[in-house]
């Protein structure tokens, strides 16, 4: 099992930036693949970006190009640096781990909620205009 802990949300202006961090523990992390999912007051939770155990990375289009996505296995983080921030970009954003069990979802949709067994409480990010 493993368990995420999210930090660096915050209130930034529009076109301004913030790198969010995930912090894992009590697992392999290597195993794991690690997403970050937001959910906007009233909307679903979307998946927003997600990188493998290989560290390929996946970016939904509303913020490709603007947000880049990272891991540090040996500190077992996970980062996202978020550029050119839009007010549309408000949302709790939060991390998830999909586990070795999960990988025939993971392969049919790879931000599907239904992918990730393991979610951090989510960290508040507001963009102002």
């Known amino acids: 099992e493993v368990q995420l802990v999210e930090s660096g949300g915050g209130l930034v202006q529009a076109g301004g930036s913030l790198r969010l961090s995930c912090a894992a523990s009590?697992?392999?992390?290597?195993?794991?693949?690690i997403a970050w999912f937001r959910q906007a007051p009233g909307k679903e939770r979307e998946g927003v970006s997600v990188?493998?155990?290989?560290?390929?990375?996946f970016y939904t289009s509303s913020v490709q190009g603007r947000f880049t996505i990272s891991r540090d296995s040996a500190k077992k983080m996970v980062y996202l640096q978020m550029n050119s921030l839009k007010i549309g970009d408000t949302a709790v954003y939060y991390c998830?781990?999909?586990?070795?069990?999960?990988?025939?979802?993971?392969?049919?949709?790879?931000?599907?909620?239904?992918?990730?067994?393991?979610w951090g409480q989510g960290t508040q990010v507001t963009v102002s205009a």
């Open positions: 998830a781990a999909s586990s070795p069990r999960m990988v025939r979802l993971w392969v049919a949709n790879p931000t599907g909620r239904e992918a990730y067994d393991y």
């Open positions: 009590g697992a392999p992390f290597g195993d794991y693949v």
């Open positions: 990188i493998a155990n290989d560290g390929s990375p």
